[in-house]
């Protein structure tokens, strides 16, 4: 008759845990509190990059950093109105360690002007063969 194993506690390292390559988008309010052509358009742009809002995270934040960040090891960032200590520019992709960071206006901000800023950077990134 065997006797049963220990179990193996330590054969994975705690970081094995920590699914990377996630796509987090950020907003300044609460979900329910955005309205109606608010969630349209955050679901347009992530359905343009052929994302969905169940495929991303959603954080609401007043503002945040890198360390925040770090916290959801996420892959890319897109940040609607949250200022993020380390950018200090709106509509360019920027690299904070391991993840790609674009900032933007509040979404009731985004008019055309500003989707034709923020459209080639998605394109590029998401869509370039």
Known sequence: ???PEAPAEYIFSEDLYRIGGK???LIP??????????????TKVLESIRKSL???YILTANHADLSLIRN?????????GVPINEVDRHYQLIRLNN??????DRLHEIDQARKEKLWPLL???????
């Not at 959801?72 to 609607?80: G, I």
Request: no cysteine; aromatic share 14%.
């Open 72 to 80: 959801f090891n996420p892959a890319f960032v897109l940040s609607f």
């Open 123 to 129: 394109k590029g990134r998401f869509l370039a063969s």
């Open 29 to 42: 309010v609460p979900w329910e509190a955005l309205t109606k052509a608010e969630k349209n358009l955050l």
């Open 54 to 56: 169940s495929a991303v």
């Open 99 to 104: 993840t790609e960071v674009i900032s933007a």
């Open 1 to 3: 008759m065997s006797t």
């Open 23 to 25: 796509f987090m988008v």
